[in-house]
């Protein structure tokens, strides 16, 4: 896979519609040509502690965020007509299709890859699959775990790996 879209959603609580942020790498031909990365006001909108002590997101960094529709209308053009790629496909995929439902958007039936699963399939002598542990693995350090731009980045080096 030579072409793409690494993408990553933190979440402000376990309300997959409560996106906070997003981080998405375009790659084209193998080579990552744009980094995108926005704060988003989450709805519902408050934060959980055990969402902040992983992100170290708070209210007040997303206070004065735009909504999602809004972000995702700069997101749209950067990645027409490319495959997404996630690590752990099912939590950034439902995230997405939450937000679209909630927001009541036209769903574009966007094809998605998982890193997570390839990883299990293609490195199974990794003692875990995780972000980081994969990351390494294929040559990339991810020093920001849980920021959703590094955590795309790292997805997007997987992907060019073992996809």
């Known amino acids: ?26 790659v084209r031909g193998g080579e990552i040509v744009h980094r995108y990365y926005s704060l988003i006001r989450p709805e ?9 002590r992983v992100h170290g997101l708070t209210a007040a960094d997303t206070e004065d965020a ?3 529709p809004d972000v995702w209308a700069e997101v749209e053009p950067l990645i ?11 939590f950034d995929e439902g995230c997405l299709k939450a937000v679209f439902r909630m927001y009541r958007m036209d769903y574009p ?11 299990r399939r293609e490195l199974r002598h990794l003692t875990n699959h995780r972000l980081p542990t994969v990351a390494e693995c294929c040559g990339y350090r991810l020093d920001e775990h849980h920021h ?3 955590d795309a980045e790292a997805c997007a080096a997987i992907a060019l790996t073992i996809l």
């Not at 039936?109 to 990883?119: E, G, M, P, V």
């Open 109 to 119: 039936d966007y094809s998605f890859f998982c890193t997570l699963q390839a990883a």
């Open 80 to 90: 027409e007509g490319l495959p997404l790629v996630a690590h752990n496909k099912p």
């Open 44 to 52: 519902p909108d408050y934060y959980h502690p055990g969402n902040t």
């Open 148 to 150: 959703a731009l590094a």
């Open 1 to 26: 896979m030579r072409d793409f879209a690494a993408i990553d959603f933190e979440t402000a609580n376990s309300e997959r519609t409560s996106v906070c942020s997003v981080g998405i790498i375009v």
């Open 66 to 68: 735009r909504i999602f």
